[in-house]
């Protein structure tokens, strides 16, 4: 799953911090600094996430790769099994298939463009591959060709406290998902800082609170 971050709306990111975007200054430093932050190539992460299926709740191993705004691999398996079990998403920048079983199946298009901006939701959190503009003392608001954008609200030390995100539905015709998620405590690799702990509500109702234990970053050269 190799590729490079792709940074073309870097320089517009940069203009804002520059013409007087405190919030978006003080967002990027919290999460490492522009500079950094540019020049992630890949995410990495472990954890455990608990899912809810309608009133019931699962709970997941979960492993994923993200190459933000291009590629991503997301591996999931019940802490009752063990990992050859695992279900198996990758996406790539214009189709996703999904593993298990040995099987691999194409998406439907509908499918995979929901898994695409579901991922891309965690892309955001790095902020500078992203055009992000000020809209008050403690929010931003970010966008990026080909996703939706996001609504995302500053802690007072700058780190990203909640974030609302509106998704394409996987099923034609259906109508979009909500989607809130609230952040607390961080990871931190080469400098980068990342939330633990993210909690989701879709469409007002509780979905997923996943938590990550192992967190790496590969960095492209200064």
């Given at each position: 799953?190799g590729?490079?971050?792709a940074?073309?709306a870097?320089p517009q990111?940069?203009?804002a911090a520059?013409?007087?975007g405190?919030?978006?200054?003080?967002a990027?430093?919290?999460?490492g600094?522009?500079?950094?932050l540019?020049?992630?190539r890949?995410l990495?992460?472990s954890?455990?996430?608990?899912?809810?299926?309608?009133k019931?709740?699962v709970?997941?191993?979960?492993e994923?790769r993200?190459?933000?705004f291009?590629?991503?691999?997301?591996?999931?398996?019940l802490?009752?099994?063990?990992?050859?079990?695992?279900?198996?998403?990758?996406?790539?920048r214009?189709?996703?298939?999904?593993v298990?079983d040995?099987?691999?199946?194409?998406?439907a298009?509908a499918?995979?463009?929901f898994?695409?901006?579901?991922?891309?939701?965690?892309?955001?959190?790095l902020?500078?591959?992203a055009f992000?503009s000020t809209?008050g003392y403690?929010?931003?608001?970010?966008?990026?060709?080909g996703?939706?954008p996001?609504?995302?609200?500053?802690?007072?030390d700058?780190?990203?406290a909640?974030?609302d995100?509106?998704?394409t539905?996987p099923e034609?015709?259906?109508?979009?998902i909500?989607q809130?998620?609230?952040?607390?405590g961080?990871?931190?690799?080469?400098?980068?800082?990342?939330?633990?702990?993210?909690?989701m509500?879709q469409?007002?109702?509780?979905?997923?609170r996943?938590?990550?234990?192992?967190?790496s970053?590969?960095?492209s050269?200064?």
């Amino acid at each position: 799953m190799g590729g490079t971050i792709a940074i073309a709306a870097l320089p517009q990111a940069i203009g804002a911090a520059g013409r007087g975007g405190d919030a978006v200054a003080r967002a990027m430093i919290a999460a490492g600094g522009q500079d950094r932050l540019a020049r992630v190539r890949v995410l990495t992460w472990s954890g455990m996430a608990r899912m809810m299926l309608g009133k019931t709740p699962v709970d997941l191993h979960v492993e994923s790769r993200i190459e933000p705004f291009a590629r991503s691999r997301s591996d999931s398996w019940l802490v009752s099994e063990t990992r050859s079990a695992a279900r198996t998403v990758m996406i790539e920048r214009d189709t996703a298939f999904l593993v298990q079983d040995g099987a691999q199946t194409t998406l439907a298009a509908a499918q995979a463009r929901f898994e695409r901006q579901r991922l891309g939701a965690f892309a955001y959190l790095l902020l500078a591959p992203a055009f992000v503009s000020t809209a008050g003392y403690n929010r931003l608001n970010a966008a990026r060709d080909g996703y939706p954008p996001i609504a995302l609200t500053l802690d007072r030390d700058g780190r990203i406290a909640a974030a609302d995100y509106v998704l394409t539905a996987p099923e034609p015709g259906a109508p979009a998902i909500r989607q809130h998620f609230s952040f607390a405590g961080s990871v931190n690799a080469q400098g980068v800082r990342f939330p633990r702990v993210t909690t989701m509500l879709q469409d007002g109702r509780p979905s997923l609170r996943l938590t990550i234990t192992d967190f790496s970053v590969e960095l492209s050269p200064a």
